[in-house]
């Protein structure tokens, strides 16, 4: 008759405490530099609707000039964070964003506001809008001959 017997080592299954606290160490240091990536990417949701906002609003008030036979302006208050047009109700962007316009003197109704005139003919005063995020930077761009807004790196250039 033969027997079988199973050995039982002193070794156990698992792993070491200093195992443990190595995982831990990769998990907390990849959320330390993962933390900021993705609160940037939220930034960057807000700021991209905020240009395609802005853009809309200027679109809109370009039509309603053409449709209307007469000049309409889209105005942007820079310190209250707003814009607003005859056609276009007041709206506002978040209050971290940094807007800096570039436009024809001619609309200006406040200190901190400025504009961007669009006539019948789909042309326009022209301009730059650009908006800051936290280092993160677009342009929107509006030709004066055609009144057409595109954002880009550089106004001036197609």
Same mark, same amino acid.
């Given at each position: 008759?033969?027997?079988?017997? $199973?050995?039982?080592? $002193?070794?156990?299954?698992?792993?070491?405490?200093?195992?443990?606290?190595?995982?831990?160490?990769?998990?907390?240091?990849?959320?330390?530099?993962?933390?900021?990536?993705?609160?940037? #990417?939220? !930034?960057?949701?807000?700021?991209?609707?905020?240009?395609?906002?802005?853009?809309?609003?200027?679109?809109?008030?370009?039509?309603?000039?053409?449709?209307? $036979?007469?000049?309409? +302006?889209?105005?942007?208050?820079?310190?209250?964070?707003?814009?607003?047009? $005859?056609?276009?109700?007041?709206?506002?962007?978040?209050?971290?964003?940094?807007?800096?316009?570039?436009? +024809?003197?001619?609309?200006?109704?406040?200190?901190?506001? #400025?504009?961007?005139?669009?006539?019948? !003919?789909?042309?326009?005063?022209? #301009?730059?809008? !650009?908006?800051?995020?936290?280092?993160?930077?677009?342009?929107?761009?509006?030709?004066?001959?055609? #009144?057409?807004?595109?954002?880009?790196?550089?106004?001036?250039?197609?």
């Amino acid at each position: 008759m033969s027997t079988h017997r $199973n050995e039982i080592g $002193n070794s156990a299954a698992g792993f070491t405490l200093i195992e443990m606290l190595v995982v831990l160490a990769i998990l907390a240091l990849t959320t330390v530099f993962a933390m900021p990536l993705l609160s940037g #990417g939220s !930034d960057g949701v807000r700021l991209d609707t905020t240009i395609s906002d802005l853009s809309a609003a200027l679109r809109v008030t370009r039509a309603a000039a053409i449709a209307s $036979n007469r000049p309409l +302006a889209l105005i942007v208050d820079v310190e209250q964070r707003t814009f607003r047009s $005859n056609v276009v109700s007041r709206r506002s962007f978040p209050s971290d964003i940094e807007a800096k316009l570039t436009y +024809a003197s001619i609309i200006r109704s406040a200190v901190s506001e #400025g504009g961007f005139q669009f006539f019948p !003919d789909g042309s326009s005063t022209g #301009g730059e809008i !650009d908006l800051s995020l936290r280092g993160r930077q677009e342009k929107l761009c509006i030709d004066w001959l055609t #009144g057409i807004v595109r954002k880009a790196a550089i106004c001036g250039t197609s």
